[in-house]
């Protein structure tokens, strides 16, 4: 069936899908793991490029779920979601950012996940010829449908000199004429930076000012400490009459699996999400939106996630500045942004970020995610697995253990 070859979309790569011989970078990581374990298999693979929560989701949600999925009435199709969801969640913006007034029938909508929304959310607005704007490095969803759709993306670096903020007035005057789409993500994955109410209240003017679309990628929102409070986009005067924001219970509540979300804001932007997901999906599994409700009325769980984060944060970042590098505890997330050395003393120099995570798996079995969008960085994750404070702190042990030996250099 060869024909089949020539029938693939220009999307995804047309006859030519499939027969590319670049190979990615996840799965570049996922090669070095494997030939590390056989290099190495009584030595156990220290997994610091996760990017999901270690834990399971609270015993209280767990329970709801398996209450909710035996009553015969919950089997239905959700469509665009239940009642009882959104109102937890209009309720949860105003007890935990502080965004009063969300209605919940015309200004939230559930999505299967954000990641889900951040497909559609081109599908909305991007015609051919449209220009999506978003931050690099980061999150390529939105981005890689935007393309899809014959738009044009344009990234904005975030760079360390800016605090990781994107420089908004760097933006060709040409670029904004075609632009429909920003793309924020705060606090950010992968550099772990907050933004401030400033920030936002510029973001505000300037996407007024230039008639552009905010969608703002809130996944880590209330992940934050170290005297940071919880702050969301739509806290900003004005913030709904230019945009959106996606909230995610697989990063605050542990139930990355689950695939449930909501997006908030605007409510003629929320009602075309709406008609593009009512012939894209029917819905979360309604149990599962039921046990979200009662997540997101309880805002403890993230707290306590939180105050476990930081914990680890503040170790992890002590690790790696003894052993020369320049790591800053983030303000919020679960990652930690590093410099990329020059190298090592009587070791390998490090050109990019990927040789110096390869350098880390290969040498110490400890695996990071490389970034080269914007400088070379590796992103170090707190989500590696471990059950209370006892059992994190041996495999912190451990992971300085490895690093004792090296003195990386700038």
């Known amino acids: 069936m060869d024909f089949i070859q020539k029938q693939f979309a220009e999307r995804i790569g047309g006859s030519r899908f499939g027969m590319d011989n670049e190979v990615y970078k996840f799965e570049k990581i996922k090669r070095a793991k494997r030939e590390t374990l056989q290099k190495s298999p009584d030595k156990a693979l220290i997994d610091l490029g996760v990017g999901e929560p270690d834990a399971m989701a609270d015993d209280g949600v767990l329970r709801e779920l398996m209450i909710e999925s035996r009553k015969p009435e919950n089997r239905f199709y959700a469509d665009n979601g239940i009642p009882e969801f959104r109102r937890a969640a209009a309720a949860y913006m105003q007890e935990v950012f502080g965004v009063a007034g969300l209605d919940p029938e015309t200004e939230i909508n559930h999505v299967i996940g954000t990641k889900s929304a951040l497909a559609m959310l081109p599908q909305v607005l991007i015609n051919p010829g449209d220009v999506s704007i978003v931050t690099t490095p980061g999150y390529p969803v939105l981005a890689t449908h935007t393309r899809y759709l014959g738009g044009e993306v344009v990234k904005l670096p975030l760079k360390e000199e800016n605090g990781f903020l994107p420089d908004l007035r760097a933006i060709p005057e040409e670029t904004l004429e075609k632009a429909k789409l920003l793309y924020l993500n705060y606090p950010n994955n992968p550099t772990g930076a907050v933004a401030g109410i400033k920030f936002f209240e510029e973001v505000v003017r300037f996407a007024k000012e230039h008639e552009l679309i905010v969608v703002h990628d809130a996944a880590y929102a209330a992940l934050v400490f170290d005297g940071n409070k919880p702050l969301s986009f739509l806290s900003v005067p ?20 689950w695939r449930i979300g909501f997006i908030a804001g605007n409510a003629i932007l929320i009602a075309a999400l709406a008609a593009v997901k009512d012939n894209s999906d029917s819905g979360q599994f309604i149990p599962i939106q039921k046990a979200a409700t009662y997540a997101l009325a309880h805002p403890e769980i993230t707290i306590e996630t939180a105050e476990k984060y930081s914990r680890r944060h503040d170790e992890l970042s002590s690790i790696l500045r003894e052993s020369g590098l320049d790591a800053i505890k983030p303000k919020g997330s679960f990652f930690l942004y590093v410099k990329v050395p020059a190298g090592v003393e009587n070791g390998p120099a490090f050109v990019d970020a990927e040789a110096f995570s390869h350098y880390l798996i290969q040498e110490h079995s400890i695996s990071t995610v490389p970034w080269n969008d914007a400088g070379s960085y590796v992103r170090f994750s707190v989500t590696f697995e471990a ?5 994190e702190q041996m495999v912190l042990d451990e992971i300085r253990n490895r690093l004792r030996s090296c003195k990386f250099f700038f």
């Open 387 to 391: 059950v209370g404070p006892i059992e």
């Open 238 to 257: 004005g913030a709904k009459e230019v945009g959106v924001e996606l909230h995610s219970l697989s990063k605050s509540f542990n139930m990355t699996g």
